[in-house]
């Protein structure tokens, strides 16, 4: 299995990028793992939400491949502890035979076909998070989830 995280706009914030890829980089020595970033829409003062929505919706399904199991990052998602969640991805590592597809959408959210597609959603908290922070924020709880299922010192009880 593959996990994949797919955002809709590239992080802009320097610190960030450095601490995403930095745990980015640490997720690869455990599973397979790539981010795929879907350019930001331009002329959107023209677009209503919905139309965002829709365009956004659009590019991140033509990034999905067959057999892709898809989990929405969003509010109303299913939410777990870090030990939860590490055994959440055990039991994916052993059940979805492609990729695990993680999708941050846009400002707004998703569109009705994407979370028509979508097989999960999951939340990272109830709190609202920016856009940049629940990057960061996800990325550092995949590799969490990857040092407790090898039960590995980075995580205290």
């Keep these: ?11 802009v914030n320097k610190h960030f990028v450095e601490l995403i890829d930095d745990y980015a980089g640490r997720v690869k020595h455990y599973i397979g793992f790539d981010i795929t970033v879907i350019p930001e ?13 829709q365009q956004e ?11 892709d199991h898809m989990v ?11 030990v939860e969640f590490s055994a959440y991805m055990e039991q994916k590592m052993q059940t979805v035979s492609k990729r695990l597809v993680f999708v941050i959408g846009g ?3 998703f569109s009705q076909d994407v979370y028509a597609r979508a097989n999960e959603k999951m ?35």
């Design 41 to 53: 829409l331009k002329n959107t003062k023209n677009l209503s939400t919905e139309q965002q929505k």
């Design 123 to 157: 939340s990272l908290s109830k709190m609202t998070f920016s856009h940049q922070m629940v990057r960061l924020i996800f990325v550092e709880q995949l590799y969490r989830a990857m040092t407790i299922m090898r039960g590995e010192p980075y995580h205290h009880e």
């Design 107 to 109: 400002p707004y959210g």
């Design 1 to 11: 299995m593959r996990a994949t995280l797919i955002l809709v706009g590239k992080t």
């Design 57 to 67: 919706g659009e590019l991140i399904l033509k990034q999905l491949q067959g057999g």
């Design 72 to 82: 929405l990052l969003d509010e109303h998602g299913k939410e777990m502890r870090s």
